[in-house]
């Protein structure tokens, strides 16, 4: 309970400041899910055939769930890199946490929740906007909001656990070009991942987007069993386990040493 | 009225206290103890172990070894709750620079677990101190160094802290921002709260501090008032003498009580320096330049560790 008030700090700290910029953020937050489905749904998509391999569903609406997950993911890499690095080491807000009350773990806690409610707010953006292009193929994608949530947290909590060890900025590229990059185009969102060779399919598996993808695309066609849906959400809970464990430990390591 | 709110009249106690990373071993074994309502200084140059045994006061830092008691409890314990009673400024300031001024010291007081309606009198009552209110919903990236430094002492204050803790204060502000810094350090002193000080600056040293000590290398090697450390380590007056550079230096040893040797000149330490000059100008000795000062704490560091404090 102590420890939920105080993370919160950190929450309300970014709510100050979003609530002076939010403008800013907002039409980034709308335009890309515009761009993305006006250009890759209705334009590239009027030249794709449906097949029985996408479900026989306008490539627009095969695309549109899997975008609101690939967005989360892209939000939550920017989220979680440079901004956690600068709050070590250019403003060193973190510092100034720590000397309150307030422990690296709450500070941890704080900032995740942060990330996690940003993710949110996009994602029921993006949806918002799908429907309204025609792009939802069922109301099903109402939930793809949760399960692009979850993955962007998935993949954001280990990278703020990286950041967190970092001193200088220059690996962010690496992340992005090998990580990010690949994780966009590879992992089902454009087309369906059993195009690709079998030996890549066990790193396309490892990927917090594969798993919001298969859940999203799912939930929005009412194609999801519940053993599947249990077993990508239970990988995806992992992997916030995860990072929020080695998250504390550096953030701890680094603050209070 | 006095109110003793902890219980204890010393808030800090530290007993063979040690810090070490690694195989450095930053602090070696230090005792110090700070009373209620007094300013104490740590003076020392970096590397002195200043900063370490600060973080380790503030409950940021563990310790490695020794006792240390902070407002009568134990840092390894009861970190958050001696934190919730402290104020810390910190060396570099790590101020939110996206917000504004008053953002900054009411999140800040927010972190206390303060309500919103506390955080945005306190910010009022703050930014009057800190003379920032009419930069109050200005960003902070633009202000001064020493607009940065009043908010970030302000922001310290957010919580009414029993004891303050300040690492440098002044390093790197011009001379009239230090005043005004040492300004308001003054009218907290009086106000009762508790200060302590570490610093490189004997001047800020001597200004603000009741009571310190010198520390060098991770150790203390000397504790007492400002005026107790000169008089016990010093002579009243110093005669600066400066010669022709490269010119060899005339043994003046029997002139003064003690002669230190430093690269561009000789201090000859005395309790009467412009007698002393006036023997040393009788005995032929003609250096280009001579100054009679009084004693301060350079000179006591300079006897206790044979360096200067900044090189």
């Known amino acids: 309970m102590q420890t939920l008030r105080a993370s919160w700090f950190g929450f309300e700290k970014h709510w100050l400041w979003y609530r002076r910029n939010w403008r800013a953020t907002a039409v980034s937050s709308f335009l890309s899910p515009l761009l993305f489905l006006v250009a890759l749904g209705l334009g590239f998509g009027s030249q794709v055939q449906s097949t029985a391999l996408i479900g026989g569903v306008p490539y627009l609406q095969y695309l549109a769930p899997a975008l609101v997950v690939i967005t989360a993911v892209q939000g939550a890499t920017f989220e979680s890199t440079y901004a956690i690095m600068s709050s070590f080491l250019w403003q060193k807000t973190y510092i100034g946490m720590v000397a309150t009350p307030i422990t690296p773990a709450q500070v941890v806690y704080g900032q995740v929740m942060w990330i996690g409610s940003q993710l949110f707010v996009r994602s029921v953006v993006f949806v918002v906007i799908a429907v309204a292009l025609g792009a939802a193929g069922g109301p099903g994608i109402g939930l793809a909001v949760l399960f692009a949530t979850l993955a962007g947290l998935a993949f954001s909590c280990p990278l703020i656990a990286y950041s967190a060890t970092l001193d200088k900025p220059d690996s962010f590229n690496t992340v992005f070009r090998f990580v990010l990059m690949p994780m966009t185009l590879f992992t089902g969102a454009f087309f369906p991942v059993s195009q690709l060779p079998n030996w890549l399919l066990p790193l396309v598996w490892l990927t917090p987007a594969w798993h919001g993808i298969e859940l999203a695309r799912g939930a929005t066609f009412g194609t999801l069993g519940l053993l599947p ?12 386990a995860v990072g929020l464990f080695f998250s504390v430990r550096f953030f701890h390591r680094r603050l209070a040493v | 009225m006095f109110v003793n709110v902890g219980g204890v009249e010393n808030l800090v106690e530290a007993k063979a206290l040690t810090k070490h990373f690694g195989t450095f071993e930053a602090v070696r074994g230090i005792d110090v103890e700070v009373r209620r309502g007094e300013a104490f200084g740590f003076l020392g ?24 008691k902070v407002l009568g409890m134990d840092p390894d314990r009861d970190g958050p709750k001696i934190r919730a009673r402290i104020g810390v400024v910190p060396q570099l300031d790590n101020l939110d620079l996206e917000l504004t001024v008053r953002q900054n010291l009411q999140i800040y007081g927010r972190y206390f677990g303060m309500s919103r309606q506390r955080c945005r009198e306190k910010a009022v009552e703050l930014l009057e101190f800190a003379q920032l209110a009419d930069r109050a919903d200005h960003e902070v990236e633009p202000l001064s160094g020493g607009m940065k430094r009043r908010l970030t002492i302000a922001r310290s204050l957010v919580n009414d802290p029993e004891l303050l803790l300040l690492d440098e204060p002044t390093t790197g502000l011009d001379p009239q921002a230090r005043h005004l810094l040492w300004d308001r350090l003054f009218r907290l002193k009086q106000d009762g709260v508790t200060l302590i000080i570490t610093t490189h600056y004997m001047d800020e040293a001597e200004q603000l501090c009741d009571r310190l000590v010198v520390m060098d290398g991770g150790r203390i090697a000397a504790e007492g008032s400002p005026s107790e450390l000169i008089n016990r380590y010093s002579t009243r007056e110093v005669l600066e003498l400066r010669f022709q550079p490269g010119a060899e230096k005339p043994d003046l040893e029997r002139f003064a009580e003690r002669v230190e040797v430093l690269p561009d000149r000789l201090l000859l330490y005395t309790q009467d320096g412009e007698h002393t000059l006036a023997k040393v100008h009788e005995h032929g000795v003609q250096p280009i330049q001579s100054l009679v000062r009084r004693s301060s704490l350079e000179d006591v560091f300079l006897r206790l560790t044979g360096r200067t404090l900044v090189d």
């Open chain 2, 45 to 68: 140059p970096n590397g002195a172990g200043k900063s370490s045994t600060m973080r380790m006061v503030a409950c940021v830092s563990g310790r490695t070894g020794g006792e240390l």
């Open chain 1, 229 to 240: 849906a249990l077993g990508h959400t239970a990988y995806l809970v992992a992997m916030i």
